[in-house]
Every structure is written in structure tokens, then in C-alpha cells.
T-cell receptor, first 114, second 117 residues
């Protein structure tokens, strides 16, 4: 089954403790992206990647890192989480330059930073 | 810059009523795509529809219909004979071309729809 898999689904952590949210897709998509969802703000893009070893900032990249060492994986790294990063996170993927293909989203990771 | 506005933060109706969710967008591109996503209480994002800027035909899918009007930059979503299972947050989104043709979605703030039995 074609899918984008995020783990964990829920995560509670404390300020400053490094964490990684994993994202994997099995559709051979070149393009992958991370969004965060906050009440009243909709979803905003954090980082995106056009292909292996190619990443770039989205609209709200501060406090986040990503890597793309393999085509299927695109982890989101919070090196020193803070309470303002409490949010619902979504990973998404699609074929590059395929305007007819909608983004495929993972099921989300709800992160709480205390 | 592109922008999507969903002015209705929350809507509450009684089951079987019709309900329309408004979406207004801003873009300078002549080619763009508009989307609607549903987010049920379980939290995942469910793709509902994609419409490109050259296709202004309205679309109907069962109880769902979409009205795209370029003249008013609107892409409204109507649920006919609403059901409790339609309760969710609904997002309208606009595609924005990124580097080398990648598609970035610009989302509206979302409308929380509650259907009461």
C-alpha cells in the first residue's frame, strides 16, 4: 500500500531534549516536505527536499533540522525543543514536477514540549 | 505572495442541513491548483479535491460539491444533507511552485464544522 509513515504518532518531551520524528514513503517520490499545524494558522511548511541531499527552508524553519540521505526517508530533527514547538506535524511527499499529483500526507505526529 | 483565507472559523449546523464552507485565495500566478482537505477528529489529512486554474467547471461528488469562480477568487465547498460523520476541520489550500517545480501548499486557517444530530 502506497503510504507516508510517520513515527511516533504522539510524543511528549521536555525542553532541550533532542528528538527526531521519522518519515518514510514507499512511492519513490523525489519531493518530501514537513508542515506544522497550529490552531488558527492552518499548516505551514517547515522544510522541503527536492531529492537526496537537497533540502531547503520553508516558511518556519527556525529550531528545526532535516536530512535526506536516502530517497525514502526525511527525518525532522529538533535539537533543543522548546514549548513553542508544541504542534501537530505532518510529513508529505509527491513526484517532483508533477502538478497533477496531490501531496500524500502522513498521519501526523502530535508533539508536546513541556 | 499567495494567500488563502477561510473566514469561517467554526460552523455548527443540525444534521441534514446544507452547509457551505468559503475559501478565498490570492495569487499572481496564472497557473495554479486549489485543494480541499478534510481532517477528522483522528487527525489525518484526507484529500477531497484538486482543481486547476483553467477548469472552472463545478464539480459534484455525492453530497459534496465545489464552486470555483476565478472572477471572485473563490473555491467554495458545499455539503448537502450534512451528516454527523462530516464533522471535521476542513482546509482549503493553494499550490505554489517552489524551486525546480516542486509544489508547496499554502493552507487556509481551516474551518471547524460540527454537525449536530
Amino acid at each position: 500500500e502506497a503510504q507516508v509513515t510517520q513515527n511516533p504518532r504522539y510524543l511528549i518531551t521536555v525542553t532541550g531534549k533532542k528528538l527526531t520524528v521519522t518519515c518514510s514513503q514507499n512511492m519513490n517520490h523525489e519531493y518530501m516536505s514537513w508542515y506544522r499545524q497550529d490552531p488558527g494558522l492552518g499548516l505551514r511548511q517547515i522544510y522541503y527536499s527536492m531529492n537526496v541531499e537537497v533540502t531547503d527552508k520553508g516558511d518556519v524553519p527556525e529550531g528545526y533540522k532535516v536530512s535526506r540521505k536516502e530517497k525514502r526517508n526525511f527525518p525532522l530533527i529538533l535539537e533543543s525543543p522548546s514549548p513553542n514547538q508544541t504542534s501537530l506535524y505532518f510529513c508529505a511527499s509527491s513526484y517532483r514536477q508533477d502538478y497533477n499529483s496531490p501531496l500524500h500526507f502522513g498521519n501526523g505526529t502530535r508533539l508536546t514540549v513541556t | 505572495a499567495q494567500k488563502v483565507t477561510q473566514a469561517q472559523t467554526e460552523i455548527s449546523v443540525v444534521e441534514k442541513e446544507d452547509v457551505t464552507l468559503d475559501c478565498v485565495y490570492e495569487t499572481r500566478d496564472t497557473t495554479y491548483y486549489l485543494f480541499w482537505y478534510k481532517q477528522p477528529p483522528s487527525g489525518e489529512l484526507v484529500f477531497l479535491i484538486r482543481r486547476n486554474s483553467f477548469d472552472e467547471q463545478n464539480e459534484i461528488s455525492g453530497r459534496y460539491s465545489w464552486n470555483f469562480q476565478k472572477s471572485t477568487s473563490s473555491f467554495n465547498f458545499t455539503i448537502t444533507a450534512s451528516q454527523v460523520v462530516d464533522s471535521a476541520v476542513y482546509f482549503c489550500a493553494l499550490s505554489e511552485a517552489q524551486y525546480q517545480g516542486a509544489q508547496k501548499l499554502v493552507f487556509g486557517q481551516g474551518t471547524r464544522l460540527t454537525i449536530n444530530p
